[in-house]
Every structure is written in structure tokens, then in C-alpha cells.
T-cell receptor, first 116, second 114 residues
Framework: EADIYQTPRYLVIGTGKKITLECSQTMGHDKMYWYQQDPGMELHLIHYSYGVNSTEKGDLSSESTVSRIRTEHFPLTLESARPSHTSQYLC???????????????FGPGTRLTVT | KNQVEQSPQSLIILEGKNCTLQCNYTVSPFSNLRWYKQDTGRGPVSLTIMTFSENTKSNGRYTATLDADTKQSSLHITASQLSDSASYICVVSDRGSTLGRLYFGRGTQLTVWP
């Protein structure tokens, strides 16, 4: 069982509100990720981090922002939520793999966000 | 364009039966292929990871195969159980970047009926 946690698990919020989705891992992993997943669709990478003070945008453009002040913590923030942000958000972490080798990526349980 | 295609999109089988899920990919350069199980409302959990040199790997009742020449993989589930009902996602990693970029399929939704 992976030690990666997300809160809240479910969130229903009105348009225009600021929200922060929390993600924490206790495995000491340097690499962390945020994915967005709509029902029946593939996961899309929206943010990732190589370590403290490192953040990068992923493949899917997102209005969200992230921060990495501590190794174990990788929160995602939406300054002004809109209905188009309704989705499931999955956090993940991994170790650095051997060069060219695979690394295990562990996922949190996800946050189901609904913006009304 | 790097893509991962899975079939069928959904599958219903009776408890105790076997089934095989398919994955075709165009990701290049290829590093490894993973199969994940995702229960409804949960995050994906890794079942197997295979590198270029591996053509089969088992994890209990799950057996994955890889043909790197044809860029195809399959996941075979033996003696299915009700708890196998989930989405099974094929994920391919390239080796073109330090990140080891993951490409996700849309998954096969498996339902096991009693």
C-alpha cells in the first residue's frame, strides 16, 4: 500500500472560489506529479516536480498552480474555480529510477472536484 | 504522435472465467510498459512493469505479455473474481527525457458478474 494521501477526497464548490487540493507522501520521493482525469478518459499530466523548489507544467494546460516547499508536500491551487475545472485530480510520486530503467509511480486516491 | 490504444473499451465476464485485454502503442523511443488497475474512485495501482527485454511477467492471477517488435501488450486475467471489476490501464514510458514520460491509455472497464 502506497503512503500517499490526498485531501479532500470529494469537494463541491461554487464558481469563483479559491481551492487548494492537498497531497502528501511519506516515502521520501523526490518526484511528484498531478494528473487530471475525466470519466472514461486517460490521465493527463498537468504539473510535476523533481524536488523542493522545482515545479514544471505538464502536457495538459491547466489554470492551476503548484508549489513544492517540502519534499513530502505538493499542493495544487485554483485561484478561481470554474465549472470547466470539474474533474478528478490524482497526485503521484516516484523515486528516481536507474538510468533507462523503470521507476514505480505511486498514486494517491484522488480528489473528485465539482464546481457548480 | 505517441499514443496508447486499448481494447476492448469495456468487457463483462462471469466470475471464474478468464479474459485478455489488449494494448497497442506507438510510443518511441520505448522504455517500459506498465499495467495498472484502477478501482472506481481510487488511484491506479501498479500490476506489472516490463522493459524491452521482458516478454512476460506475472503478478498472481495477472499475466502481462509484451511484443516490442509489434508494439503490442496483453493482460491476461485468470479465474476472475468479483474484486477484479475495475479499469485496467496500459501505460508506456519513453526514455527520451529525464522525466521518463508516461503515456496513458483510456483503460478497459472490466465488470465481473457473479
Amino acid at each position: 500500500e502506497a503512503d500517499i494521501y490526498q485531501t479532500p477526497r470529494y469537494l463541491v464548490i461554487g464558481t469563483g472560489k479559491k481551492i487548494t487540493l492537498e497531497c502528501s507522501q511519506t516515502m521520501g520521493h523526490d518526484k511528484m506529479y498531478w494528473y487530471q482525469q475525466d470519466p472514461g478518459m486517460e490521465l493527463h499530466l498537468i504539473h510535476y516536480s523533481y524536488g523542493v523548489n522545482s515545479t514544471e507544467k505538464g502536457d495538459l494546460s491547466s489554470e492551476s498552480t503548484v508549489s513544492r516547499i517540502r519534499t513530502e508536500h505538493f499542493p495544487l491551487t485554483l485561484e478561481s474555480a470554474r465549472p470547466s475545472h470539474t474533474s478528478q485530480y490524482l497526485c503521484a510520486s516516484s523515486e528516481w529510477g536507474q538510468t533507462g530503467g523503470p521507476y514505480e509511480q505511486y498514486f494517491g486516491p484522488g480528489t473528485r472536484l465539482t464546481v457548480t | 504522435k505517441n499514443q496508447v490504444e486499448q481494447s476492448p473499451q469495456s468487457l463483462i465476464i462471469l466470475e471464474g472465467k478468464n479474459c485478455t485485454l489488449q494494448c497497442n502503442y506507438t510510443v518511441s523511443p520505448f522504455s517500459n510498459l506498465r499495467w495498472y488497475k484502477q478501482d472506481t474512485g481510487r488511484g491506479p495501482v501498479s500490476l506489472t512493469i516490463m522493459t524491452f527485454s521482458e516478454n512476460t511477467k506475472s503478478n498472481g492471477r495477472y499475466t502481462a505479455t509484451l511484443d516490442a517488435d509489434t508494439k503490442q501488450s496483453s493482460l491476461h486475467i485468470t479465474a476472475s473474481q468479483l474484486s477484479d471489476s475495475a479499469s485496467y490501464i496500459c501505460v508506456v514510458s519513453d526514455r527520451g527525457s529525464t522525466l521518463g514520460r508516461l503515456y496513458f491509455g483510456r483503460g478497459t472497464q472490466l465488470t465481473v458478474w457473479p
